[in-house]
């Protein structure tokens, strides 16, 4: 059993960098490959950044091109998400995902591990 615990989330101005960070269990880790999708309040639950087993393959949703990046360190288990130039509508729990594949995926049913989240305020 895999599990997933975030990090990092927190109340910040607009404009303000944020960075998250997954630890996650298990042995197979260098070979799943990772997300990031998030909720805000009333929304469904959305797709942010996804990187592939060996990190070299990374997607990411249009609205977060170019300010945030997505990265993973197969030594310490862990898959992290620099968010830079934070904006309100950036607000929302954040959760990190792993699926038993190699390749990043952007859809939720293709995730088969998830953590709590961690929530991201921005303020303007």
């Known amino acids: 059993q895999v599990q997933l615990v975030e990090s990092g989330g927190g109340l910040v101005q607009a404009g303000a960098s944020l960075r998250l960070s997954c630890a996650a269990s298990?042995?197979?880790?260098?070979?799943?490959?990772m997300g990031w999708f998030r909720q805000a309040p009333g929304k469904d639950r959305e797709f942010v950044a996804a990187v592939s087993a060996s990190g070299a393959t990374t997607y990411y949703v249009d609205s977060v091109k170019g300010r945030f990046t997505i990265s993973r360190d197969n030594a310490k288990n862990t898959v992290y998400l620099e968010m830079n130039s934070l904006k309100p509508e950036d607000t929302a729990v954040y959760y990190c995902?792993?699926?038993?594949?190699?390749?990043?995926?952007?859809?939720?049913?293709?995730?088969?591990?998830w953590g709590q989240g961690t929530q991201v305020s921005v303020s303007s």
């Open positions: 298990g042995r197979t880790f260098s070979t799943s490959a």
């Open positions: 995902a792993g699926r038993r594949s190699r390749l990043a995926g952007t859809k939720i049913p293709e995730y088969d591990y």
